[in-house]
């Protein structure tokens, strides 16, 4: 039986020093990413918030800011994975159906809910991809570390999921301009 | 710039639309991380309670001549499984013997017979870390999965307790969902039906005999709170407090005849078995002593209560079991369930009861 060491008063207050300034500068692109990923805003939040208590628990074994920057995408990218495999087959949540919460009324002209509804038409790796190379800024390679595939392979999906996301997308305001 | 500027445009425009309530987030982030360290260290005292009912057995097998142990005169019978050094064991009571039960490939969390002591249900991570309950005959074999809980990078077991429903046909599961905490899933062993969710945060389940009630530990509301214990109707409605102070209060156990539910209480390195009736009122501590009480388990005829004790443990067994850096030790103890009658049974030892049936 393995038992795990409390988070003591000392420990607590050492921790949230370093944590916070991560926290605040990290959570909510961790969030919004996700929110792409499973195209919902709330679950967004709440794998990032799961992300990131995974991170302060393990916070101790953070070589560093990268280090840590990594985790919590990791982490909250697989929940997002996670989420999508097994949503239709186990509504485990309880809390909403695989489009999410319901919507605004005015939402269906939203640019957001063209978004959501175009990042629908591909395949949860090509969104991922897309996602944290066209949104975070990250590069394939970096994708691919995350992602345990190859950047050739991150590269292949980033091609066909911006390829669909234009076609559906069609021209953004900012062409048309 | 990795990324395509137009695509990142679009994504900017609509992520500045996500509105996060950042500081609410970080103290939530916080707060689980602290419960969720407490709630782990309950846990694997319960694994430990579990393995120490199985020590008792043993004892009982070897006799109080050999052990020195009060004699039980007739003692339950029965069968229990256990969470041993091996994994998934089984005891018989009456002729004592010990056997492999587990089909099941990773690592066994939590199991129980059926009412009719004909079926086991087994909560385990496999090798992939995803946890399972699958339903087998009574001895462990042809496994049928009947519920696959996420995730399978979350640390330690994501399921953590298994109730049947007293016909036998759902199963009320203890599980850590996504994002959620934990939470009670009620499974449809026949699949007829999805599996449905209990909102709240619980981390143990027992259904009442008569199938019209759940007990849990934890609380209501997901934003936090201290572990107490809750009455509800199985789908989650009626949800009534059955204790309300600072202690953590887990484990809880519904009575064969449904008139009282045994349970611990205390700090997560001091928790004592407690009973109430089944309506929370008549609260009577059947331990009271420092150390470590935890998994009181019912007899099937409800005359006696097991539970685990680190009581007995040397100075030496007890700080390691503090420390964390080795297996819990405990000795099994079993009682009256008005406390008197208190026995040894066990040397200390790990061990683990998880489910007693009588046949």
Known sequence: VELDVDLDETRAADVALEFDPFFHAHFVTVARAAAFVVRDEGTGQELAQEAFVRALQRWGDMASADHARNFVYKVALNLARSHLRKHGRVNLYGLRGPEGRPRDPDEASDERAELFAALGELSARQRTCVVLVDYVDMTPEEVATLSGISSTTVRVHLMRGRAALRGRLGPTPTEER | ?359
């Open chain 2, 1 to 359: 710039m990795n990324g395509d500027p137009q695509l990142k445009a679009r994504f900017d425009r609509t992520a500045d639309r996500m509105a996060f309530d950042t500081p609410a987030a970080l103290e939530q982030v916080r707060r689980t991380a602290v419960r969720r360290d407490r709630g782990r260290r309950i846990q694997a005292l319960a694994l430990a309670a579990a393995i120490v009912a199985v020590a008792l057995v043993v004892v009982w097998r070897l006799g109080p001549s050999d052990r020195g142990f009060a004699p039980m005169g007739a003692g339950p019978g029965g069968t229990i499984a256990f969470l041993g050094e091996d994994g998934l064991s089984r005891l018989d009571l009456t002729t004592h013997e010990v056997s492999p039960l587990s089909s099941a490939a990773g690592s066994v969390t939590s199991a129980a017979w059926s009412p009719d002591g004909t079926r086991l249900a087994i909560a385990f991570e496999g090798p992939d870390r995803v946890a399972r309950v699958v339903v087998t005959e009574r001895d462990g074999t042809d496994p049928i999965t009947v519920f696959e809980a996420p995730d399978g990078d979350l640390p330690g077991p994501d399921l953590i307790g298994v109730a049947w429903s007293p016909d036998g046909s759902r199963l009320a599961l203890a599980a850590r969902a996504v994002a959620h905490g934990r939470t009670i899933v009620i499974v449809d062993i026949a699949g007829d039906a999805e599996p449905t969710v209990l909102d709240g945060h619980w981390e143990s389940v027992s259904w009442s005999p008569d199938g019209s009630r759940l007990v849990a530990s934890g609380f209501p509301q997901l934003e936090g709170g201290t572990f107490d214990l809750y009455a509800m109707a199985p789908d989650g409605s009626a949800v009534t407090q059955l204790t309300d102070d600072d202690a953590v209060e887990h484990q809880p156990s519904w009575s064969p005849d449904g008139s009282a539910i045994v349970f611990t209480s205390g700090e997560p390195l001091d928790q004592d078995v407690v009973v109430i009736d089944a309506d929370g009122t008549d609260r009577r501590n059947l331990t009271d002593r420092a150390g470590v009480d935890l998994a009181p388990v019912w007899s099937p005829d409800g005359r006696w209560i097991a539970f685990a004790t680190d009581r007995d443990a040397s100075a030496e067994v007890r700080e390691a079991n503090r420390s964390g850096e080795t297996r819990f030790r405990t000795a099994i103890h079993v009682m009256r369930p008005d406390g008197s009658d208190e026995r040894r049974v066990t040397e200390v030892g790990v061990m683990l009861p998880v489910a007693w049936t009588a046949s």
